[in-house]
């Protein structure tokens, strides 16, 4: 009976904690950037209290929002071959970059202004840019292979592909997607074949 009690406990919790990551995260995607706890909990539909019960801080809370988009970004991950032909391997790689780097957008222009004072967010930032220069090196393998400079080739087609380039386009420039996308299909065609 005790146990019961205590893994239903346990079940309500990870409810609760579920329901106030998803609450921060759908925030975020409204473009609520810093949104409060006070935010967050009205629109989980718990009080403060409840919040800080299952989150001990705001860097807590950030990282298990972080690990959502991640999980978020994990199921938008697709297998290219190295062995298919280059210009369909650029044109997947660069379709799935403009779907993942349009699920990422609202948590990376939150974690921009966080990242000074959150260390859940620049770490999740190194970790954004370590899965793009992974997909880069599995995806171009043969490419950086034959370079006589891989090292530079892998950062430059790193920074191509990244949400701070996306951003340039997507933001700053007021772009939409598939003109970014063709834009960064336009350089990463260029870097490989140069």
Known sequence: MEYRQTD???QRSERTRAL???AHADLLREGVLKPTAALIAERAGVSRRT???NFRDMESLLGATVEYWFRA???LRTEIEPVAPLEDRIARFCAERERRLVNIAPAARAAVLGEPDYEALRASRHGHIARV???VKKTFAP???ASASPEVLIDSLTAATSWNCWSLMFDDHGYPAERC???ME???RALLQG
Do not use: N, Y
């Open 186 to 188: 336009t350089t990463v």
């Open 181 to 183: 996308r063709r834009i």
């Open 20 to 22: 106030i990551v998803q």
């Open 143 to 145: 490419e950086l292979a």
């Open 133 to 135: 220069r992974s997909d």
């Open 51 to 53: 919040l800080w019960s």
């Open 73 to 75: 970004d994990d199921e």
């Open 8 to 10: 239903g406990r346990m």
